[in-house]
């Protein structure tokens, strides 16, 4: 099982970042997916939930607006499309995907907003 995250690095306030989430070794398409961050010094935080049919999404207050969570099941891959970067946003991003008891992690990938 594998969940690799992509698209992370500098970008300056205001900007945008594409993350990528590619899953394998797991019948992706059943799977709710999900994106966290962690910022220094602080707990993980949901960031956004796409259901498994991708029919339904959930995002934290400080990202709704700014942030979309998208799925395509053929290709099992999950995105997040981040627009209107703040410096706030800085953090490391974690895709997961959960399926009753079943948790899957990926490594993590930094997203530096700065000027």
């Known amino acids: 099982v594998q969940l690799v995250e992509s698209g992370g690095g500098l970008v300056q306030p205001g900007g945008s970042l594409r993350l990528s989430c590619a899953a394998s070794g797991f019948t992706f398409s059943r799977y709710d997916m999900k994106w966290y961050r962690q910022a220094p010094g602080k707990e993980r935080e949901l960031v956004a939930d796409?259901?498994?049919?991708?029919?339904?999404?959930y995002y934290v207050d400080s990202v709704k607006g700014r942030f979309t969570i998208s799925r395509d099941n053929a290709k099992n891959t999950v995105y997040l499309q981040m627009n209107s970067l703040k410096p706030e946003d800085t953090a490391v991003y974690y895709c997961r995907g959960s399926l009753g008891y079943v948790d899957y992690w990926g490594q993590g990938i930094q997203v530096t907003v700065s000027s």
């Open positions: 796409i259901t498994s049919t991708g029919i339904n999404t």
